[in-house]
């Protein structure tokens, strides 16, 4: 199956206290789907929500596809609850876990598609083992914590070798993704774009999400295809 372009805006930097309206716009302004940041205070040096809001979230926002991004220890221990409150994806950090075969067993047992995702200090080499097991590879372009942070670029030969061995497989792209970076991120072979102040913060959500889904498509017919 080749790759189409998808283009999930973060939530994180968006007006928390109207949530659901917020998440029911940006899927109107084109949305493929929505990526949603859970930090728990430990992994990263922040905090941000759990399943009750994703429950919530749910219920005002039917059939969004949600992709958890979940910067947290122990990513084991919340794959049920989130499954229970309406998640679609489960992406986890390789980092934050000591078995991951054993965790995406989990997260399939719960019905959820499975992510699996790197910082920028983790070889994308620590992934392959991996990869077959998994629906989408996340190369975070900024350290995960934060929204609003500036890309990077030096992380695109991570992205270019994924897409070279993988040349079907979903790769995600986080962190200072704009009409400005995602060129760099395109040439080198994401499909997936998570896109969250440059989106949330534009006074046209639709016309920038329009902008990154041009560039993506422009490159998708240059990828390798075997
Ligand atoms: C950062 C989060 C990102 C963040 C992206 O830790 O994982 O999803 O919200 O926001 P921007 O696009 O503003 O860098
Ligand atoms: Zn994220």
């Given at each position: 199956m080749p790759c189409t372009c998808k283009i999930g805006p973060s939530i994180l930097n968006a007006d928390l206290s109207c949530l659901a309206d917020q998440s029911n716009h940006l899927m109107e302004c084109g949305a493929d789907y929505l990526h949603l940041d859970v930090m728990d205070g430990h992994f990263v040096p922040n905090i941000t929500f759990g399943a009750p809001l994703v429950k919530?979230?749910?219920?005002?926002?039917?059939?969004?596809?949600?992709?958890?991004?979940?910067?947290?220890?122990?990513?084991?221990?919340?794959?049920?609850?989130?499954?229970?409150?309406?998640?679609?994806?489960?992406?986890?950090?390789?980092?934050?876990?000591?078995?991951?075969?054993?965790?995406?067993?989990?997260?399939?047992?719960?019905?959820?598609?499975?992510?699996?995702?790197?910082?920028?200090?983790?070889?994308?080499?620590?992934l392959l083992p991996y990869i077959d097991q998994v629906d989408m590879a996340l190369v975070m372009t900024v350290e995960p914590g934060f929204g609003g942070q500036k890309f990077m670029s030096d992380m695109m030969p991570k992205v270019e070798f994924l897409r070279q061995q993988y040349p079907s497989l979903d790769i995600e792209v986080d962190g200072g993704l704009s009409p400005k970076t995602i060129e760099e991120a395109a040439k080198a072979g994401a499909n997936m774009i998570v896109s969250g102040s440059a989106v949330?913060?534009?006074?046209?959500?639709?016309?920038?999400?329009?902008?990154?889904?041009?560039?993506?498509?422009s490159w998708i017919p240059k990828w390798p295809t075997t």
């Open positions: 919530c979230l749910r219920a005002k926002v039917p059939n969004a596809f949600f992709d958890m991004h979940m910067m947290v220890s122990e990513p084991e221990r919340w794959v049920k609850d989130m499954a229970d409150a309406g998640a679609d994806q489960y992406t986890f950090h390789l980092e934050a876990t000591k078995d991951p075969v054993a965790l995406i067993q989990l997260i399939r047992q719960h019905g959820m598609k499975v992510g699996i995702a790197i910082k920028p200090g983790t070889s994308e080499k620590e949330v913060k534009s006074d046209d959500p639709k016309t920038v999400i329009m902008q990154l889904r041009t560039v993506v498509e």
